[in-house]
């Protein structure tokens, strides 16, 4: 089965340090999103893009957060510096516009900020 | 503003019962909503997609269905087994053409016993 894949599946990390998450949609998706997941808030959209564009990134602090695809089978989340309410488990999660498909969601990856 | 709401918040249930989960939206425009399935610690699967036109719809012991007029849906998990334990997120889209804003609801968090 074609799979979502996120690197590194757990982060742990000092405040203030940066962090790279990274994400590997499934071949020939043109759509990606990375989600955020906490107890509190349950799941959040951060950014979203089509073939590669960001379309929304409206969910995202812009002052610490930064979503990129540098190409077509990577996508990254940055965030410098991190903090300790960064705290989360981040899922990136890919799909392809105009089927009737689902999204298809990696494992995450569960960042703890200390 | 575009919100989702799911009842009850978690529920318990003998194995082989039926159980019936709601999903309530004020996302507009309505363009299709999904239900996914997250087991602990995985990223969530997605288990129906329903358009505008669609009212049910089903997916082996899961059943969805959507009332656009009322704007609600409901899950519906037929002799439930010990692996159908897991949180259930609605996901609501709305927009049209190239651009759709995702809402998720905070989930239902089911635990099915013996």
């Not at chain 1, 930064?66 to 990577?74: G, K």
């Not at chain 2, 610690?41 to 656009?68: C, H, Q, W």
Request: aromatic share 8%; glycine share 8%.
């Amino acid at each position: 089965d074609a799979r979502v894949t996120q690197t590194p599946r757990h982060k742990v990390t000092e405040m203030g340090q940066e962090v790279t998450m990274r994400c590997q949609p499934i071949l020939g998706h043109n759509t990606v999103f990375w989600y955020r997941q906490t107890m509190m808030q349950g799941l959040e959209l951060l950014a979203y893009f089509r073939n590669r564009a960001p379309l929304d990134d409206s969910g995202m602090p812009k002052d610490r957060f930064s979503a990129e695809m540098p190409d077509a089978t990577l996508a990254t989340l940055k965030i410098q510096p991190s903090e300790p309410r960064d705290s989360a488990v981040y899922f990136c999660a890919s799909g392809l516009q105009g089927t009737a498909n689902g999204y298809t969601f990696g494992s995450g990856t569960r960042l703890t900020v200390v | 503003k575009n919100q989702v709401e799911q009842s009850p918040q978690s529920l318990i249930i003998l194995e082989g019962k039926n159980c019936t989960l709601q999903c309530n939206y004020t996302v507009s425009p309505f363009s299709n909503l999904r239900w996914y399935k997250q087991d602990t610690g995985r990223g969530p699967v997605s288990l129906t997609i329903m358009t505008f036109s669609e009212n049910t719809k089903s997916n082996g012991r899961y059943t969805a269905t959507l009332d656009a007029d009322t704007k609600q849906s409901s899950l519906h998990i037929t002799a439930s087994q010990l692996s159908d334990s897991a949180s259930y997120i609605c996901v609501v889209s709305a927009g049209s053409g190239g651009y759709q804003k995702v809402t998720f609801g905070t989930g239902t968090k089911l635990q099915v016993i013996p």
